[in-house]
C-alpha cells in the first residue's frame, strides 16, 4: 500500500523556519517527481514547489523563490520543503505528491497524495 506521511507543520512566527517532510512507504520516492502544494480554506489551492525524478530540476511558484528550498534524502525516502522567512500568507495546509509526470505544476498530474500538516504563521 502506498502511503505518503506529511509532517513538519506548526505554529511559527513571521520570520521563522519550519522544514517541511513527505516520507513515503510502499513507494520508492526517487522514482517519482514530488511536489508540494498548499490549500486555504475558501480558496484556490496553489503549487509550492516541485523536484523531479532525478534531481535535476526544482520548480518554484514565483513569489517563494529564495525563501523555499525542495530536497531529498533518497535513503530516507523523504523529500523535504524548506521554508524559511515565513510570512502570515504562507499559513495552509501542506500537502505533498508524487506522480510520474516531471515537474507537473498541477495537482491532477499526481497519483499520491499525503495528508497534508497545517502551517501558521503568526505572531
Known amino acids: 500500500q502506498v502511503q505518503l506521511v506529511d509532517s513538519g507543520g506548526g505554529l511559527v512566527q513571521p520570520g521563522g523556519s519550519l522544514r517541511l517532510s513527505c516520507a513515503g512507504s510502499?513507494?520508492?520516492?526517487?522514482?517519482?517527481?514530488v511536489g508540494w502544494f498548499r490549500q486555504v480554506p475558501g480558496k484556490e489551492g496553489e503549487g509550492v514547489s516541485f523536484?523531479?525524478?532525478?534531481?535535476?530540476?526544482?520548480y518554484y511558484e514565483n513569489s517563494l523563490k529564495g525563501r523555499f528550498t525542495i530536497s531529498r534524502d533518497n535513503a530516507k525516502n523523504t523529500v523535504y520543503l524548506q521554508m524559511n522567512s515565513l510570512k502570515p500568507e504562507d499559513t495552509a495546509v501542506y500537502y505533498c505528491?508524487?506522480?510520474?509526470?516531471?515537474?507537473?505544476?498541477?495537482?491532477?498530474?499526481?497519483?499520491?497524495w499525503g495528508q497534508g500538516t497545517q502551517v501558521t504563521v503568526s505572531s
Open positions: 523536484i523531479s525524478s532525478n534531481d535535476l530540476f526544482t
Open positions: 505528491a508524487a506522480g510520474t509526470y516531471q515537474l507537473a505544476t498541477v495537482p491532477n498530474r499526481y497519483d499520491y
Open positions: 510502499g513507494v520508492t520516492l526517487d522514482l517519482y517527481a
